[in-house]
């Protein structure tokens, strides 16, 4: 059993609808986040699933210095703030350092800490500190109940609004294997869990200057999250992927959507009726 948690008035976790944390990896432009976002809403709406609108508006973590990161926080925050605005979805974005936590947070539903910083005390205590929603990414380099210590360090203030993302684990070079054991550990720890397909199936710098990726195996693998049991489903989403700035090998097209979400909306439905 998770603990149940509100995010701009939805209730998620224990008996309450699967969530969908979704959107481009990146701010790219506004008309790419704007499109993606409204056609999002449509078919989320359509399966019953509450959205939460995740795009990053830097990514500070990047294999190549010439890497694409996105605008900066300043105004990638008012791109994202135009998003819920215009389409009433939650957004989300990730912090990287304590300092970005109070700008992040005025304008964010949710925070996320990403997966390499996991481990930040100082930034996980920041953002706790804001009463907010929190996500935090399960590092790829850690076992499924070392994330017990890293919800102790945020309850620890006293804000319960977390929640923690599965993206993989490092297997060797270059590669991430999912043990879905790990989702059914997490999930014991009282927490909402979400699977993060997209970046489980990234190949870290498997492409020199460059992350790699095998979408092929979305559908398996989500197909596997569902019927082991999470409480939402982390996909970033480009309408064009081999064509996006960052991720693309890895990200799901739009136009799959509509599929993805009634195959995993008909297993949940069998599966936890």
Known sequence: MTREITIAGMKL????????????????NEDIVFSTAERLKEICKG???????????DKANRTSLSS????????????????????????????????EVKSASEVLDVLQIPAFLCRQTDLIIAASKTGKPVNIKKGQFLAPWDIKNII????????????????GTSFGYNNLVVDFRGLFIMRSFGYPVIFDVTHSLQLPGGQGSCSGGQREFTE????????VGVDGLFMEVHPEPDKALC?????????????????IKN??????P
């Not at 399966?47 to 508006?57: D, E, G, Q, T």
Request: net charge neutral; hydrophobic share 45%.
């Open 220 to 227: 398996p693998l989500i197909r596997a999250a569902v019927v």
């Open 68 to 99: 694409f990161r996105g605008p900066g926080i300043e105004k990638g925050l008012r791109v994202l703030s135009d998003v819920r605005s215009r389409f009433g979805i939650p957004v989300i974005s990730d912090v990287h350092s304590v300092e």
């Open 13 to 28: 976790g224990w008996n309450n609808p699967l969530f969908i944390v979704a959107g481009p990896c990146v701010i790219e």
């Open 247 to 263: 991720d693309g090998p890895n990200m799901i097209p739009l136009e799959s959507m509509p599929h993805l979400l009634k195959t």
């Open 152 to 167: 102790e360090k945020f309850i620890s203030t006293g804000n319960h609004n977390l929640f923690i993302t599965e993206r």
């Open 267 to 272: 297993i949940h439905n069998v599966i936890f």
């Open 47 to 57: 399966f019953a699933l509450p959205l939460l609108f995740k795009s990053s508006y």
